[in-house]
């Protein structure tokens, strides 16, 4: 494969420890922080994970923060972006895409462009991004905010907590949004880390 025919697929959430049916249809590790910094925050509410808040982009609410790439084996574009909504179980036109020629599509103009720079300079010739929007006002009625995102935690019953917990911990750590840092400070949701730290040492004794 050519270098001008190397299509990258770009992640900053789940895809970096679940590829899923992604697997096979990508070459190589994850270059870590190769990507460009995209706005995002955990500003979803994502049914697949059990209605947890899971990161998206949201250029009104999130900051710039760094993503990963990992190469497609695809060599067209309409290809991988098949790839990847499959893994998402989303529609086609909810992923985005640009190419180094300045082409593409996306929820974002300013992200296709900042993606398709990217592209440019580090001899891509494409890539794919999940873009799936913020849905927290269209789920919950509430406008995200930062308070609103942690109250909505709180409202989540065990197993759908347990995910949320599960997911947050394990987005990279390069992904700093608000939310994130609020949670970091936050006095209950320390303790959710606590008492499953305490919980597990009891099974490990038992």
Not at 167 to 186: K, M
Request: one cysteine or more.
């Amino acid at each position: 494969m050519a270098l001008t025919d190397r299509i990258a697929i770009l992640g900053w959430g789940s895809l970096l420890w679940d590829l899923d049916d992604l697997t096979p249809k990508v070459a190589g590790p994850w270059a870590l922080r190769s990507g460009p910094k995209l706005p995002m925050e955990f500003s979803r509410i994502s049914p697949k994970r059990a209605t947890s808040l899971v990161v998206c982009l949201d250029p009104e609410h999130g900051v710039g923060c760094a993503t990963h790439a990992i190469r497609s084996v695809r060599t067209g574009i309409d290809a991988a972006i098949t790839d990847l909504a499959a893994r998402e179980r989303a529609p086609a036109h909810r992923i985005g895409w640009a190419d180094a020629a300045g082409r593409g599509h996306g929820r974002m103009p300013e992200v296709v462009a900042a993606v398709g720079a990217w592209c440019a300079e580090r001899g891509w010739a494409a890539a794919v991004w999940t873009d799936l929007e913020p849905n927290f006002r269209e789920t919950t009625g509430a406008a995200f905010t930062v308070a609103e995102g942690v109250g909505y935690l709180r409202t989540l019953g065990d197993a759908s907590l347990g995910e949320a917990r599960r997911y947050i911990r394990q987005a990279p750590p390069t992904t700093r949004t608000p939310l994130r840092r609020a949670l970091a400070c936050d006095p209950w949701w320390r303790g959710l880390r606590d008492r499953a730290r305490s919980t597990g040492s009891r099974l490990r004794r038992s």
